[in-house]
């Protein structure tokens, strides 16, 4: 149990293009899910925490007008790089509030040309 | 701000060994902390989940110790195996809060 699914895995695109990200929870119900971004070799990075029905918040630096963020069900939230360039490129990696714990996506690798 | 801290960044051991993997964090006053694997280009694997209260999780070969007073969590991996090697996260939770605060991680390399 405790499943949750991002869509696409990887995704290529060109610079100036909007790209959405999808993270559902696929055998639960969450309120709450998360939006990480990963650089190489470094640890997870907490973008916006993103609650159902609701704005979402986000981190210190995080620019919300590039980062799109909705969670429109209680099962699907969507995270949107609008208007992408190269340093935009990077893993991202969503999670859904389960039982007293988060549980993690297997990320999207985005690389923006 | 919590913030988090794992040495060493990474790490190489022949099979068999037995190994430790560090963390440690600023505040002390914790919810709860999590180790996770992490394979390359993948997603986090929850291990073990140490409650504030608890002092140590067994699963396997993993043993998770937790001192909150110090700030300090350890991961045992007994009789490494190749098929351990992976990134290992530590996170720590901070009172009602949902937010997880992450480690850098230990790169481990299990040579065969």
């Known amino acids: 149990g405790a499943v949750v699914s991002q869509h696409p895995s990887r995704v290529i695109c060109k610079s100036g293009t909007s790209v959405k990200i999808e993270c559902r929870s696929l055998?639960?119900?969450?309120?709450?899910m998360f939006w990480y971004r990963q650089f190489p070799k470094q640890s997870l990075m907490l973008m916006a925490t993103?609650?159902?029905?609701?704005?979402?918040?986000?981190e210190q630096g995080v620019e919300k007008d590039k980062f799109l963020i909705n969670h429109a069900s209680l099962t699907l939230s969507t995270l949107t790089v609008t208007s992408a360039h190269p340093e935009d490129s990077s893993f991202y990696i969503c999670?859904?509030?389960?039982?007293?714990?988060?549980?993690f996506g297997p990320g999207t690798r985005l690389l923006v040309l | 701000k919590q913030e988090v801290t794992q040495i060493p960044a990474a790490l190489s051991v022949p099979e068999g060994e037995n190994l430790v993997l560090n963390c440690s964090f600023t505040d002390s006053a914790i919810y709860n902390l999590q180790w996770f694997r992490q394979d390359p280009g993948k997603g986090l694997t929850s291990l073990l989940l140490i409650q504030s209260s608890q002092r140590e999780q067994t699963s396997g070969r993993l043993n998770a110790s937790l001192d909150k007073s110090s700030g300090r969590s350890t991961l045992y991996i007994a009789a490494s195996q190749p098929g351990d090697s992976a990134t290992y996260l530590c996170?720590?939770?901070?009172?009602?809060?949902?937010?997880?605060?992450f480690g850098s991680g230990t790169q481990l390399t299990v040579l065969p």
């Open positions: 993103s609650n159902e029905g609701s704005k979402a918040t986000y």
């Open positions: 999670s859904a509030w389960g039982v007293e714990t988060q549980y």
């Open positions: 055998d639960f119900q969450a309120t709450t």
């Open positions: 996170a720590v939770r901070a009172g009602s809060a949902r937010q997880l605060t």
